[in-house]
């Protein structure tokens, strides 16, 4: 790993020596780092470290930094070129009051709210068909009035998938940029983001190749709407599960 990638390589294993075949991104935002594994009873499981996205000094203010990454799982796809990933499926253990969405329209303008999906821990599955969008997905962290919004979404022209945090805090001391990495989609296949809120961790994984973590730092106690949007034309939400997160512990932090 180099500072902001971490990398993989598949290949073969022969005269005591590993000959790579392909390669690829472990990982295609620029806070995880540090990743290690370990074999649980046959299964790969990877653990990363999330770097801070603000100031020495808020961290100070804070009295912590950094933190680790959910737990995946790896495998290979079924001819063994590309890694595929998903959280261990322990964390299911967590869930609570879920909620379910499914067929709604995607419009240019403003974003459409998704009732029952707020919150800063939760987890979300969604499904969607691109249509004509230029750009959609969803805006997470989100204040009533939108001043306070973090964007996660995908460029079908582009094959590119974004995190965007230029407006998910107004304080200084957090970072903002637009972190984005390519995802082709193949014919007919809808995007499938997985997506992981806790404070200010947020953790993507889509179509199960892909994933993109980021750190977010809200100023407003109400920056907790999930909403979807597209840039212009239109696309579908097929399908939304999303479940609220139980506390893994009673001292949990919230900044």
Not at 114 to 122: M, N, P
Not at 221 to 235: C, E, H, K, M, N
Request: glycine content about 10%; charged content about 25%.
């Amino acid at each position: 790993s180099t500072q902001g990638a971490v990398f993989y390589m598949i290949g073969s294993y022969r005269d005591r020596r590993f000959h790579p075949e392909t390669s690829g991104k472990m990982e295609l935002g620029e806070v995880y780092y540090a990743a290690k594994s370990f074999d649980d009873r046959g299964r790969r499981i990877l653990w990363g470290w999330l770097r801070e996205a603000r100031s020495a000094a808020a961290q100070k203010a804070a009295g912590w930094a950094g933190v680790m990454s959910l737990p995946r799982v790896l495998t290979l796809s079924p001819n063994a070129t590309t890694l595929h990933m998903a959280v261990a499926p322990e964390f299911r253990k967590l869930r609570g009051r879920h909620i379910h969405h499914e067929n709604v329209s995607i419009g240019p303008g403003a974003a459409t709210p998704l009732r029952g999906c707020e919150g800063d821990s939760i987890e979300i599955h969604a499904a969607f068909l691109p249509g004509d969008a230029e750009e959609f997905g969803l805006k997470v962290r989100g204040s009533p009035e939108g001043s306070e919004q973090t964007l996660v979404g995908y460029d079908p022209a582009l094959k590119m998938l974004i995190l965007d945090t230029r407006k998910s805090s107004p304080s200084p001391q957090a970072n903002r940029a637009v972190a984005q990495g390519r995802l082709e989609l193949g014919a007919g296949e809808p995007l499938e983001l997985t997506i992981f809120l806790d404070a200010s961790v947020i953790e993507i994984f889509a179509n199960g190749r892909r994933a993109l973590s980021g750190r977010v730092y809200p100023t407003r106690a109400d920056s907790l709407g999930v909403a979807l949007y597209s840039r212009a034309g239109r696309a579908t939400l097929k399908s939304l599960d999303a479940y609220h997160m139980k506390a893994i512990s009673p001292d949990r932090l919230t900044t």
